[in-house]
């Protein structure tokens, strides 16, 4: 079976401080992994994805995660917070093992990002 | 280009009522997939379709879900006998087959059962 785990409802930092958001996994197999953000009234927006290669994965607006297969965690982290990057952040993992198609969603982190 | 869109946005049904929400994915994106989002909580598949075949609906709550994409595009996920549990926001993604990674979601459709 595959979950995701995100471990804070809520993550709170001031801007211009580097930020971290936490996601730890579980699958069969090798995972695909991703990040996405929703912005109120907003459907989801991709950040990043883990396929293969790399672990680090940079992405949109300054965004990057680090696939961490021992400890099965896959943290999104940007250097320098703006507060425009409040928002709600998901991880997302697709099991490549299954053959399944779909994504598996962790609950959603707040981020807020204090002026 | 134009990006998913999904109609309405916003639903209030009776309890009992049979509500039907669209989702219109990219032009050329052949795979199509559902989810539900109840409140606090992250999206949950519901169905998948590659063209109009149903490829995938494992998780579909219930019989009374159902979901169709009669011609291979626009999409119907069509809820009967809506229960105050079916309130959540119902969001559709498409991909091409060839980049199963890259789903783009529209802007959902908030169902709301009184």
């Known amino acids: 079976a595959q979950s995701v785990a995100q471990p804070e409802d809520q993550v709170n930092v001031a801007e211009g401080n580097p930020l971290t958001v936490k996601c730890t996994y579980s699958v069969s197999g090798n995972p695909y992994l991703f990040w996405y953000v929703q912005y109120p009234n907003r459907g989801l927006q991709f950040l990043l994805k883990y396929i293969t290669g790399d672990n680090l994965v940079k992405g949109s607006y300054g965004f990057e995660a680090e696939f961490n297969k021992s400890q099965t965690s896959f943290h999104l982290k940007k250097p320098s917070a703006l507060v425009s990057d409040s928002a709600l952040y998901f991880c997302a993992v697709r099991d490549y093992q299954t053959g399944a198609n779909n994504l598996f969603f962790g609950t959603g982190t707040r981020l807020t990002v204090i002026p | 280009g134009a990006g998913v869109s999904q109609s309405p946005r916003y639903k209030v049904a009776k309890r009992g009522q049979d509500v039907a929400l669209r989702c219109d994915p990219i032009s050329g994106h052949v795979s199509l997939f559902w989810y539900q989002q109840a409140l606090g909580q992250g999206p949950e598949f519901l169905t998948y379709f590659q063209n109009e075949a149903q490829l995938d609906k494992s998780g579909l709550p219930s019989d009374r879900f159902f979901a169709e994409r009669p011609e291979g595009s626009v999409s119907t996920l069509k809820i009967q006998r809506t229960q105050q549990e079916d309130s959540a926001v119902y969001l559709c993604?498409?991909?091409?087959?060839?980049?199963?990674?890259?789903?783009?979601f529209g802007p959902g459709t908030r169902l709301t059962v009184l």
């Open positions: 993604a498409s991909s091409l087959v060839s980049l199963p990674n890259e789903q783009f």
